[in-house]
Nanobody
Framework: QVQLVESGGALVQPGGSLTLSCAAS????????MNWYRQAPGKERELVAF????????NYTDSVKGRFTISRDNAKNTVYLQMNSLKPEDTAVYYC??????????????WGQGTQVTVSS
């Protein structure tokens, strides 16, 4: 059974920091690229950050560049999102998304259940 379990969401003041974690089980984690998405109330889900399967490539949406850092520990089957200088507009439910394609298994994708991040004074 595949599970992606996010944690670390909280209420934080503007300018503060949080680190989100997503622990994966039931998959060969090192074969999956990992992504963080977020969805604010009344808005579409948007891609926030991407990291390749071995961690050599990362990418970020423009609004978080220089503030957020995605990383992974394949030995722990975990991906992280370090968020600094948080702004009220970062308030959203943050989702972990795993994505893989191999010639043997085709395309595989999985979502976590989400963790709430609220930035407010």
């Amino acid at each position: 059974q595949v599970q992606l379990v996010e944690s670390g969401g909280a209420l934080v003041q503007p300018g503060g920091s949080l680190t989100l974690s997503c622990a994966a089980s039931g998959i060969r984690f090192s074969l999956f690229s990992m992504n963080w998405y977020r969805q604010a109330p009344g808005k579409e889900r948007e891609l926030v950050a991407f990291i390749s399967s071995l961690g050599s490539l990362t990418n970020y949406t423009d609004s978080v560049k220089g503030r957020f850092t995605i990383s992974r520990d394949n030995a722990k089957n975990t991906v992280y999102l370090q968020m600094n200088s948080l702004k009220p507009e970062d308030t959203a439910v943050y989702y972990c998304y795993a994505d893989s394609w191999t010639i043997f298994t085709g395309h595989s994708e999985y979502w976590g259940q989400g963790t709430q991040v609220t930035v407010s004074s």
